[in-house]
C-alpha cells in the first residue's frame, strides 16, 4: 500500500504564503501525475494544481500565477507553493498520487489520498 503525508498548513494573513509538502511511501514502483485538491466548507472539491510524470503543469484559473507545484522524484514527493494568499483559498488541501505499486503478485496501479491539511487565509 502507498501512505501520502501531508504538512504545512496552517493559519497566515491574507498576501501572505505558504508551502505545502505531501511524502509518498510504502510499495511504490512507480509514480506518475501529481496533484493537489482543496476543498472549502459547503463546497464540492476542486482541482488546484496537477504536476505530471514530465513536470507538465495544470492550475486551477483562481490560483494561475499565485501558486506553483513542483516534484521531486527522488523523495516522491509533491510540493505547493502557495503566495499571495487570499481568504477564499481558505480550504482543506489534499494530495493525490497516481502510480503503480508492487504486490505479491506483481505490480497495480493505485491512486492514493493525502489525509488532508487545513490552510485559513484571516487577517
Known amino acids: 500500500q502507498v501512505q501520502l503525508v501531508e504538512s504545512g498548513g496552517g493559519l497566515v494573513q491574507p498576501g501572505g504564503s505558504l508551502r505545502l509538502s505531501c511524502a509518498a511511501s510504502?510499495?511504490?514502483?512507480?509514480?506518475?501525475?501529481m496533484g493537489w485538491y482543496r476543498q472549502a466548507p459547503g463546497k464540492e472539491r476542486e482541482l488546484v494544481a496537477t504536476?505530471?510524470?514530465?513536470?507538465?503543469?495544470k492550475f486551477a484559473d483562481s490560483v494561475q500565477g499565485r501558486f506553483t507545484i513542483s516534484r521531486d522524484n527522488a523523495k516522491n514527493t509533491v510540493y505547493l507553493q502557495m503566495d499571495s494568499l487570499k481568504p477564499e483559498d481558505t480550504a482543506v488541501y489534499r494530495c493525490?498520487?497516481?502510480?503503480?505499486?508492487?504486490?505479491?503478485?506483481?505490480?497495480?496501479?493505485?491512486?492514493?489520498w493525502g489525509q488532508g491539511t487545513q490552510v485559513t487565509v484571516s487577517s
Open positions: 493525490n498520487v497516481d502510480g503503480r505499486e508492487t504486490f505479491r503478485y506483481g505490480l497495480r496501479s493505485f491512486s492514493s
Open positions: 504536476i505530471s510524470t514530465g513536470s507538465s503543469t
Open positions: 510504502g510499495s511504490i514502483f512507480s509514480i506518475n501525475a
